[in-house]
């Protein structure tokens, strides 16, 4: 962990706003279910939530890009670095 | 709002166990971020909830197909039913 | 292979069009590549080609839940067809 | 277009192997539809095709993080190629 590195901190705010948010909106389903709200109002709820998530993860991966990624060149950490990064993305990518 | 046909309330239970666990993890990315933890373990966090997410539309889904949509057979509602279907896996496939 | 419920077929000329057109989307990404065009340019390619291509699967899939899924009802393979349908929808949300 | 940033070319032949073979399964689609084919077995020919051109996707973003994301570091560049790639993965993740 290299905290000087990670630069999404600067960001903070911002994500736990969204994520305290997206808490929110988890509560909401469970409640949804609860009530036994229509099936297609949950999974547009669902599909509303990871959405925002995905903006979640958008957001980290640019400060990571900038922040990680760019300063490991000259390092020789790059080859490490851009494959995790791509690892991740395949990893969203679904 | 047709409850009767909404059978994914016989997964009730299954459903709130998974969103009062994806609640607690979304409380984790919110305390790792707070922690100025490595961006690619939170990263790794995120796709994990988004995972978990996926899943449980997968099996509201389901439920629904042979529900509402099964049971639109013969009624006139199949296309309508089957359209708003289709619309949601779209939405999901992003 | 159940011809009379695939009702894909009554959309093949629709189909045939769009995967002719990919055809030659294809073509032309392996000729920016012979060329060495500019990497994002590559991408935004490859990026169109794979939505066509969702959009002939959710074609299919529509067209395969108005037939073989819906025409499963009371025939006792409902559970088996919307168990396949999920799966595959599983496979696309990746 | 700045071929020599641009280091997907040092892929080139790999990638043209795996379009070319991509054009073959795009055919294999339309032959599978001509003939008639059962949908989910369709279906699951389109998801690989997609899987497919997601790797050849995955192999140009790391060679072009590599070369031009990298390579902008210091040149003031960096923000524009960063959000660029950010869009990109946008694109790439629905």
Redesign the interface.
Known sequence: ???QN?S??CK?EN??IR??R??GQ??G??KM??E?????????Q??A???A??K???I???????????N??GTGE??EK?????E???????
Chains 1, 2, 3, 4 share one sequence.
């Open positions: 962990m290299d905290i990670c999404y901190l903070k994500l736990k994520l305290s997206i808490e988890i509560k389903i469970e279910i609860e036994g709200k229509y099936c297609i109002d949950v999974l547009n669902i599909a939530v990871r959405a998530l995905k979640v993860g958008i980290i991966l640019k400060e990571h890009t900038k922040g990680c990624v760019l490991s060149k790059e080859e851009i494959s995790e990064l791509m991740l993305i395949e990893k969203f990518l679904r």
